[in-house]
Nanobody, 124 residues
Framework: VQLQASGGGLVQAGGSLRLSCAASERTFSSYAVGWFRQAPGKEREFVAGISRGGGVRYYADTVKGRFTISRDNAKNTAYLQMNSLKPEDTAVYLC??????????????????WGQGTQVTVSS
C-alpha cells in the first residue's frame, strides 16, 4: 500500500488545516490508520489513530480537543482536521497504517506502511 499525505502549509496561530492521507489500494479499510508528527530536534510523536471502521479514535493529550481524525474507506482516504493551531504544532506530519487492531498504540505502526509526510508550519 502506498500512502500519500497532503494538505500541509503555512497558517497563523489559531488557524486550521485539513490533512489527507490517500491510499493506493482498496484494502485500505483493513488497516487502522495513525497520524504522527516529527519536529526538528524532537522525537516523533503519535498524534492520533483511528480504527479500521472509523468507530473509535485515539488522541494524544497535546492535540485532544483541537484535532479530529476521520476516514472515508470508500475513498481510501484518512483525514486529520487541525483547529486552533499553535506554533508548537509545527512539524512534518506523516500517516501510517497497521494490520493490527491496536489503532491507539504507536508501536503497532512500526511495521506498517508510511507516507512521505507533509509540512505544517504555524506562525505566531
Amino acid at each position: 500500500v502506498q500512502l500519500q499525505a497532503s494538505g500541509g502549509g503555512l497558517v497563523q496561530a489559531g488557524g486550521s488545516l485539513r490533512l489527507s492521507c490517500a491510499a493506493s489500494e482498496r484494502t485500505f479499510s483493513s488497516y487502522a490508520v495513525g497520524w504522527f508528527r516529527q519536529a526538528p530536534g524532537k522525537e516523533r510523536e503519535f498524534v492520533a489513530g483511528i480504527s479500521r471502521g472509523g468507530g473509535v479514535r485515539y488522541y494524544a493529550d497535546t492535540v485532544k480537543g483541537r484535532f479530529t481524525i476521520s476516514r472515508d474507506n470508500a475513498k481510501n482516504t484518512a483525514y486529520l482536521q487541525m483547529n486552533s493551531l499553535k506554533p508548537e504544532d509545527t512539524a512534518v506530519y506523516l500517516c501510517a497504517t497497521t494490520h493490527t487492531e491496536l489503532y491507539y498504540s504507536s508501536a503497532s505502526y512500526e511495521n506498517g506502511y508510511w507516507g512521505q509526510g507533509t509540512q505544517v508550519t504555524v506562525s505566531s
